[in-house]
């Protein structure tokens, strides 16, 4: 199983990006997916997760500007992002949990919010 993370880059504060991660290989029973991040210096954190159901879940200091959402058909997950400030920079990895319960992780991705 691999997942492909992409869309990060440079962007000014204020502006917006748009992040994918495509699953491929045998893949069973995909339950969650999901982002994290993670800071220079600093530890991996939660971002959002979206179930097979749909059900969304934020962590609280971004909702109402990053949105998590998902092709089943594609094995993909997306995270718009919007209102970027300085402090979202970070390598954004994404995350997939099966019903089985076993985890993969992304590559990661670099998002840089700087003018």
């Known amino acids: 199983v691999q997942l492909q993370a992409s869309g990060g880059g440079l962007v000014q504060p204020g502006g917006s990006l748009r992040l994918s991660c495509a699953a491929s290989?045998?893949?069973?029973?995909?339950?969650?997916m999901g982002w994290y991040r993670q800071a220079p210096g600093k530890q991996r954190g939660f971002v959002a997760t979206?179930?097979?159901?749909?059900?969304?879940n934020y962590a609280d200091s971004l909702k109402g500007r990053f949105t998590i959402s998902r092709d089943s058909a594609k094995n993909t997950v997306y995270l718009q992002m919007n209102s970027l400030k300085p402090e979202d920079t970070a390598v954004y990895y994404c995350?997939?949990?099966?019903?089985?319960?076993?985890?993969?992780w992304g590559q990661g991705t670099l998002v840089t919010v700087s003018s």
């Open positions: 979206i179930t097979s159901g749909g059900y969304t």
């Open positions: 290989g045998s893949i069973f029973n995909i339950n969650n």
């Open positions: 995350k997939l949990t099966t019903t089985l319960g076993r985890t993969y």
